[in-house]
């Protein structure tokens, strides 16, 4: 991972930032979610979802005045795209074509269109520090619409394909994930890599904001820019942590607005 400031030099403070959600994913909370987000990123039916869900989905955004994206990842439903499977530069390209075109077709038939793209689960963490499938992604989103935002972690291999192909990139942090001293996410097999509490995530989404750091596992203060904050819609609290969450940031002084209102 590469830092993008430091613990003495922190990101500066925003006072405003996106909030994201993983949608269309069968979690059951999409419409009591979807207004509470300003940027959905929904399910293209390889991990989740179908056409159905993607129709649905895409009528829940565009009710709420919610900005639309393609959130694509492997296709392994039993693992929810979560398992890290062998992926070839082109495999990943393919999948992300793929699914950005479906969802894109289906947007286009409500006379929508998609805003940004950010890939799920394991194919997030592969392009995440792996340059070369990073630079196919990038490519692949390209190719499918150039004014596409990608969405990326902080620091990580993505944003820095997505900035060399000639696309907006938004740096990417998590209000319910815990971190490492390296800016990555603490994997999902490590006890606490998930933030249990509504308490704890709200705090750390605060801080992110105001100091532009988090509290990696162990203490470490650890430099985390970020453009969007992203709330699971399948963790347990989701709903609730949505809640709190635009309160919270209301009562620090911070908006909420979509990506595409202020990355140039």
Do not use: W
């Not at 929904?42 to 895409?58: K, P, Q, T």
């Not at 390209?93 to 793929?98: F, G, T």
């Not at 750390?204 to 904001?209: P, T």
């Amino acid at each position: 991972m590469t830092p993008t400031s430091s613990p003495t030099n922190p990101a500066p403070r925003r006072l405003f930032v996106d909030i994201n959600a993983d949608l269309g994913e069968g979690a059951g909370s999409d419409a009591e979610l979807m207004p509470l987000v300003t940027s959905a990123n929904i399910a293209c039916g390889a991990h989740a979802g179908d056409e159905a869900s993607m129709r649905e989905a895409v009528s829940l955004a565009l009710r709420h005045g919610v900005a639309l994206g393609a959130h694509p990842g492997f296709a392994d439903r039993q693992n929810f795209g979560r398992r890290e499977l062998p992926v070839s530069p082109a495999g990943a390209a393919s999948l992300v074509s793929a699914q950005v075109g479906a969802l894109a077709l289906i947007a286009a038939g409500s006379g929508a269109t998609l805003t940004h793209v950010k890939p799920h689960g394991a194919l997030y963490a592969i392009a995440s520090r792996d340059r070369a499938i990073a630079d196919a992604i990038a490519g692949a989103v390209f190719q499918s619409d150039p004014r596409l935002i990608l969405v990326g972690l902080s620091g990580g291999r993505l944003l820095e394909a997505g900035r060399a192909r000639g696309l907006r990139v938004a740096s990417e942090a998590f209000a319910d994930r815990s971190y490492e001293p390296d800016g990555s996410l603490t994997p999902r097999g490590i006890p606490g890599a998930l933030l249990a509490s509504p308490g704890a995530a709200l705090e750390q989404a605060v801080r992110l904001l105001e100091r532009g750091t988090v509290l990696a596992r162990g203490g470490t203060e650890v430099p985390v820019e970020a453009d969007t904050l992203c709330i699971h819609g399948d963790g347990p609290h989701a709903l609730e942590l949505a809640r709190k969450l635009r309160a919270a940031l209301a009562a620090a002084g911070f908006g909420a607005r979509p990506l595409a209102s202020f990355l140039r």
